[in-house]
């Protein structure tokens, strides 16, 4: 079955409407102002506009305060906060009664014991996004254009609903899908020409190589 699918640190019209034609489930607009995919809020919210409906728009955060929150929930409208830091279970759920908006939480994985944690926030977060522990000397929680051992996430319980990231490309997705089966996978480096410019042809690549994996009988007799 064919995943959804999350284009992540969009901040061209021409990205955001090639990724949504292409059948994005959900579009990310990064909050973190370190990263080359910064976007302003009201800038996103403009940008966002004109897909609302058609995907889900997925505010991404780190460690947010209230006051940031506030913003970028009035300018963006999003569907989803992604929250990418080292939030509690205590504070998901703060910010999902303030905010009555679902939460897709984060965590970083190198490990086994990287998903211990995980069990903590289920029932708490509505989603969670597996992404690759940062390379050292790294200022960015994601958006590190680096993969982790996709295998680990046999240890999760069924059931547990998430995304794929890290590093993810039209070379390594169907690898990717074969091993996890993932509900969810989430692209960001792997369709840009360089950081922070998303490519639309890379979109339509990383689109294509998603569909051949998901319908490998059909590909292989055409
Ligand atoms: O993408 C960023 O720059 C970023 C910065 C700070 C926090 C999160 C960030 N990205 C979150 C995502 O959901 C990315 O899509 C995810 O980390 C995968 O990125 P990539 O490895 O580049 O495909």
Same mark, same amino acid.
């Given at each position: ?26 579009? !990310? ?23 609302? !409906? ?28 992604q ?52 390379p ?56 840009e ?30």
């Open positions: 079955m064919k995943p959804d699918i999350k284009i992540c640190g969009l901040k061209s019209a021409e990205a955001i409407d090639r990724a949504v034609n292409r059948g994005a489930s959900h579009i !990310g607009f990064i909050f973190f102002e370190k990263s080359p995919r910064y976007i302003e809020p009201d800038l996103a919210g403009k940008l966002a506009d004109p897909v609302r !409906g058609k995907a889900k728009i997925v505010a991404v955060t780190v460690d947010p305060t209230n006051d940031e929150l506030d913003e970028i929930v009035a300018l963006l409208k999003p569907d989803m906060i929250l990418h830091g080292n939030e509690s279970p205590e504070r998901v759920l703060t910010i999902k009664a303030v905010y009555g908006l679902p939460i897709m939480k984060a965590f970083s994985i190198r490990s086994a014991d990287d998903l211990k944690p995980v069990e903590a926030y289920i029932g708490i977060a509505d989603r969670f996004l597996f992404d690759a522990k940062p050292k000397g790294s200022e960015l929680p994601g958006g590190n254009g680096v993969s982790f051992d996709w295998s680990l996430l046999g240890w999760l319980d069924d059931g547990v609903d998430y995304m794929l990231s890290g590093g993810l490309n039209k070379d390594n997705i169907a690898e990717a899908l074969a091993i996890t089966k993932a509900p969810g996978i989430d692209g960001s480096s792997g369709v020409s360089a950081p922070g410019v998303k490519s639309v042809a890379m979109i339509d690549d990383f689109f294509d190589a998603v569909e051949r994996a998901c319908e490998p009988e059909t590909a292989s007799r055409s």
